[in-house]
Protein backbone atom coordinates (compact mmCIF):
# COMPACT_ATOMS: atom_id res chain seq x y z
CA UNK A 1 0.00 0.00 0.00
CA UNK A 2 1.11 2.97 -1.23
CA UNK A 3 1.92 6.24 1.44
CA UNK A 4 0.70 9.60 1.11
CA UNK A 5 3.47 12.12 0.96
CA UNK A 6 2.13 15.78 0.93
CA UNK A 7 4.44 17.78 -1.12
CA UNK A 8 3.33 21.20 -0.08
CA UNK A 9 5.12 20.78 3.20
CA UNK A 10 9.01 21.52 3.01
CA UNK A 11 11.41 18.66 4.25
CA UNK A 12 11.59 17.86 7.99
CA UNK A 13 14.55 20.54 9.32
CA UNK A 14 16.20 17.36 9.90
CA UNK A 15 16.42 16.15 6.97
CA UNK A 16 17.87 19.77 5.95
CA UNK A 17 20.32 19.66 8.08
CA UNK A 18 22.04 16.61 6.92
CA UNK A 19 21.59 17.32 3.44
CA UNK A 20 23.17 20.58 4.50
CA UNK A 21 25.93 19.58 6.61
CA UNK A 22 26.86 16.97 4.00
CA UNK A 23 26.54 19.05 1.56
CA UNK A 24 29.04 21.41 2.46
CA UNK A 25 31.45 18.85 3.97
CA UNK A 26 31.58 16.90 0.40
CA UNK A 27 31.86 20.31 -1.00
CA UNK A 28 34.66 21.20 1.28
CA UNK A 29 36.41 18.02 0.80
CA UNK A 30 36.36 18.47 -3.23
CA UNK A 31 37.63 22.17 -2.91
CA UNK A 32 40.62 20.76 -0.84
CA UNK A 33 41.52 18.42 -3.65
CA UNK A 34 40.92 21.27 -6.84
CA UNK A 35 41.94 24.74 -5.12
CA UNK A 36 43.38 24.51 -1.68
CA UNK A 37 44.21 22.37 1.70
CA UNK A 38 42.48 25.06 3.70
CA UNK A 39 39.43 23.59 2.54
CA UNK A 40 39.62 20.58 4.91
CA UNK A 41 39.26 22.97 7.62
CA UNK A 42 35.33 23.56 6.73
CA UNK A 43 34.94 19.88 7.18
CA UNK A 44 36.56 20.45 10.20
CA UNK A 45 34.15 23.47 11.56
CA UNK A 46 31.05 21.26 10.57
CA UNK A 47 32.11 18.64 12.42
CA UNK A 48 33.15 20.25 15.31
CA UNK A 49 29.36 21.71 14.93
CA UNK A 50 27.78 18.46 14.86
CA UNK A 51 29.65 16.81 17.91
CA UNK A 52 28.57 20.22 19.67
CA UNK A 53 25.20 19.68 18.52
CA UNK A 54 24.85 16.56 20.20
CA UNK A 55 26.50 17.20 23.33
CA UNK A 56 24.78 20.29 23.77
CA UNK A 57 21.59 19.72 22.06
CA UNK A 58 21.78 22.99 20.93
CA UNK A 59 22.57 23.12 16.82
CA UNK A 60 22.89 26.43 15.19
CA UNK A 61 22.42 25.45 11.74
CA UNK A 62 18.91 23.94 12.47
CA UNK A 63 17.83 27.61 14.23
CA UNK A 64 18.97 29.34 11.13
CA UNK A 65 16.76 26.55 8.71
CA UNK A 66 13.94 26.84 11.30
CA UNK A 67 13.44 30.46 9.96
CA UNK A 68 14.11 29.91 6.27
CA UNK A 69 11.50 31.60 4.48
CA UNK A 70 10.43 28.24 2.86
CA UNK A 71 10.14 26.52 6.14
CA UNK A 72 7.24 29.12 6.88
CA UNK A 73 3.70 28.06 6.33
CA UNK A 74 1.99 30.94 4.40
CA UNK A 75 -1.50 31.10 4.47
CA UNK A 76 -1.37 30.86 8.43
CA UNK A 77 -1.51 33.85 10.92
CA UNK A 78 -0.42 36.23 8.49
Known sequence: MPVDVDR???LPVMRQLQ????????LSVVLRYTLHPV???VAGFI???L???GVSGFCGMARLLVHMPWN???GLNG
Open 39 to 41: FFS
Open 47 to 49: GAG
Open 51 to 53: VFA
Open 19 to 26: IAAGGLTL
Open 8 to 10: TQP
Open 72 to 74: KRS
